[in-house]
């Protein structure tokens, strides 16, 4: 039954309807003009509509006696040489002091939280952590023979298995030839790498563990008693290899200027990267999620959940009656699971339904209009074309199973075990 109510929640009324017409009308009226108010900027001669804007406000305000420097700083120090992230709290609530705190506060904000600090972070996370799993979800890598005679060695078929270990990564440098002094490496910052149309990258080594073996039979083996022979190692070795460069976002940990708490320029606040001298950055792009359904209207009125995996995206269509003689324009309900199209009136006998009049009352259909109506009585009807008694015992069951079975890629589970796999799972 959970199957069931999956699917009847996916047939929204909507979704055998015509979609309205816009009209460009607007259901609110014109909005009405704000009189434009004249606010006291603290100069002379310019009049003002704020009674008593200079006077003090009576809210009881707690004062926050910090000291500040000449240039008016916006944080308060404590005494050892650092600031609070927060702003003085105004004495007043007079306009220049509100505008002063305005200021202040998102000052305080930018420099303590910054603009793009979220790349940077989202960057460093990935760096530290999210690079080293990803190697440990590769696992082992198992490297078989193409058991071709022609390349047959002494020994046997030799077989081999490859594990990845530890990932480091270096800082950004490059090489340098000098006359008077030797090859060295150097340190490559940003400005380099973009004067000299270079990549902005630090080397990648991983630890790989190579094991190569071949499969040696032993004299039980030999005689039948033991199935399997013993592992011979042929190569057993650990080695730190370069496997690639992997590009580093100026102002991350792996940058130079993190490090040497320094920057090229005081409005650079990094996030980007450097490839081939062009800085290039991350555009977010929105993607539609995957475990919900949608209801489009373009090009016809369509139901869809589209997982990543191909196999499990089911679609309901409202799609042209097959035996439609008079051109009236009928439409059926399509239901297409597994690769396999049928009409949904199917999919609810073959899920247990006993009765039409049981489907509709899972659907509710108490305060449906005649198209509504009609698009159901066609669906029946081509349903009872295409399974003729489809209401009986177990035919809609076995119908679609053998529809389902004979499609492209058909499953090999039985129908309760596929219905319960790939009819909505993981639905949210």
């Not at 009226?29 to 100069?43: F, K, S």
């Not at 555009?283 to 489009?296: D, G, T, Y």
């Not at 016809?300 to 995206?313: D, E, Q, T």
């Not at 004979?406 to 129908?415: H, L, T």
């Amino acid at each position: 039954m959970a199957s069931i109510n999956n699917l009847t929640k996916a047939i929204p009324y909507k979704f055998m309807e015509e979609p309205p017409m816009d009209n460009g009308q607007s259901f609110f009226g014109a909005d009405p003009e704000l009189e434009p108010m004249m606010l006291d900027d603290g100069r002379e001669g310019v009049p003002y509509i704020m009674a008593g804007a200079n006077e003090k406000s009576s809210m009881d305000v707690e004062r926050v006696h910090c000291s500040t420097d000449i240039t008016g700083s916006s944080l308060c120090d404590d005494g050892n040489g650092k600031s609070d992230s927060y702003a003085q709290m105004p004495n007043d609530m007079s306009i220049p002091s509100l505008e002063k705190f305005c200021k202040d506060a998102s000052r305080s904000s930018f420099d303590e939280i910054g603009l793009i600090s979220h790349q940077i972070n989202s960057y460093n996370e990935f760096v530290s952590h999210g690079l080293q799993e990803l190697f440990d979800s590769l696992g082992e890598v198992t490297v078989e023979p193409s058991y071709d005679s022609s390349n047959r060695g002494l020994g046997g078929w030799r077989h081999a298995i490859i594990k990845f270990g530890i990932v480091k990564l270096e800082v950004p440098q490059f090489w340098s030839h000098g006359c008077d002094i030797d090859e060295e490496s150097l340190k490559l910052k940003p400005r380099h790498a973009r004067l000299q149309n270079m990549t902005y990258s630090s080397k990648m080594k991983v630890e790989v563990h190579i094991q190569v073996y071949s499969v040696e039979k032993t004299d039980k083996a030999k005689t039948g008693n033991e199935k399997f022979g013993f592992k011979k190692d042929i190569i057993n070795e650990t080695h730190h290899l370069n496997i690639g460069r992997l590009p580093v976002m100026v102002m991350s940990n792996l940058c130079w200027l993190h490090k040497l708490k320094g920057s090229d320029c005081q409005f650079d606040s990094g996030g980007y990267f450097l490839v081939k001298g062009m800085e290039k950055v991350f555009i977010a792009q929105e993607q539609k999620c995957r475990s919900r359904i949608w209801v489009e209207d373009r090009p016809c009125w369509m139901i869809s959940f589209s997982p990543p995996i191909k196999r499990r995206r089911i679609y309901i269509k409202l799609i042209d009656f097959t035996k439609n003689e008079d051109a009236s324009g009928e439409k059926i309900i399509s239901f297409s699971f597994l690769y396999a199209n049928m009409p949904i009136w199917l999919m609810f006998f073959a899920l247990g339904i006993s009765s039409d009049k049981d489907v509709f009352d899972i659907i509710d259909m108490q305060e449906c209009d005649a198209c509504v109506i009609n698009t159901i009585f066609a669906t029946i009807k081509e349903s009872d074309e295409l399974c003729e008694g489809f209401r009986k015992s177990d035919k809609a069951r076995q119908y679609v199973d053998e529809l389902i079975k004979n499609s492209k890629f058909p499953p090999a589970e039985p129908f309760d075990d596929y219905i319960a796999k790939y009819l909505f799972p993981g639905i949210s």
